[in-house]
Nanobody
Framework: QVQLVESGGGSVQAGGSLRLSCLASGYTFSMYYLAWFRQAPGEEREGVALIDGHGDTMYSNSVEGRFTISKDNAKNTLYLQMNSLKPEDTAMYYC???????????????WGQGTQVTVSS
């Protein structure tokens, strides 16, 4: 079955960097659109970055210019490079795969278990 497994979260100080990875298995990696979402305590899940099959990307306003989404089809892995981290970036980060290139989380069929990112000031 389809599995998405995130890694790379942790605790950093403001201004620091982290690189998240999401290893996919159980399906042809290029079949689905891929995305990173995040959810802070008491907040709704929000889209952070999207990537399509051609490598075209979209970013939320809050991370544009600081985060970079990428993927390695040979390794079935999705990445999120996060630079200049801010305390407001603190959240559980999830990778997701689905048939629609969209910000709405309901369009994504498969989800990882999440990896925690904590940014201290």
């Amino acid at each position: 079955q389809v599995q998405l497994v995130e890694s790379g979260g942790g605790s950093v100080q403001a201004g620091g960097s982290l690189r998240l990875s999401c290893l996919a298995s159980g399906y042809t990696f290029s079949m689905y659109y891929l995305a990173w979402f995040r959810q802070a305590p008491g907040e709704e899940r929000e889209g952070v970055a999207l990537i399509d099959g051609h490598g075209d990307t979209m970013y939320s306003n809050s991370v544009e210019g600081r985060f970079t989404i990428s993927k390695d089809n040979a390794k079935n892995t999705l990445y999120l490079q996060m630079n200049s981290l801010k305390p407001e970036d603190t959240a559980m980060y999830y990778c997701a795969a689905g048939p629609v290139f969209a910000w709405n989380s309901h369009y994504y069929t498969y989800w990882g278990q999440g990896t925690q990112v904590t940014v201290s000031s």
